[in-house]
Nanobody, 124 residues
Framework: QVQLEESGGGVVQAGGSLRLSCLAS????????MSWYRQAPGKQRELVAH???????TYSNSVKGRFTISRDNDKNTVYLQMNSLKPEDTATYYC??????????????????WGQGTQVTVSP
């Protein structure tokens, strides 16, 4: 199986910064895309940043220029550097991997996996 462990959430004042991390563990062969989503209370989950393997990263318009997604493929880890945070960035942030391939015995399995979420709160 593939498991995701997120860290780095917390409480910060507006204008501050946080760095989220998401480590994928398991007998992983490869991962295609790694992404960050967020969900605020009463709102739908939205894509924040997307980092597909070997292709350009993309961002939602609301975070473009403030957030940076990066990957360390050797560590199966994705990061989200969040600068100039605003109160409207307050949400639970979720990591997701697409097409994570791992071995179950001798069988190669491909899955999409969500993390458990980490809370980010930005005070005015």
């Amino acid at each position: 199986q593939v498991q995701l462990e997120e860290s780095g959430g917390g409480v910060v004042q507006a204008g501050g910064s946080l760095r989220l991390s998401c480590l994928a563990s398991g007998n992983i062969v490869s991962i295609d895309a790694m992404s960050w989503y967020r969900q605020a209370p009463g709102k739908q989950r939205e894509l924040v940043a997307h980092a597909p393997s070997g292709r350009a990263t993309t961002y939602s318009n609301s975070v473009k220029g403030r957030f940076t997604i990066s990957r360390d493929n050797d560590k199966n880890t994705v990061y989200l550097q969040m600068n100039s945070l605003k109160p409207e960035d307050t949400a639970t942030y979720y990591c997701k991997v697409d097409d994570a391939t791992y071995y179950s015995g001798q069988i190669k399995v491909r899955v999409d996996v969500w993390g458990q979420g980490t809370q980010v709160t930005v005070s005015p």
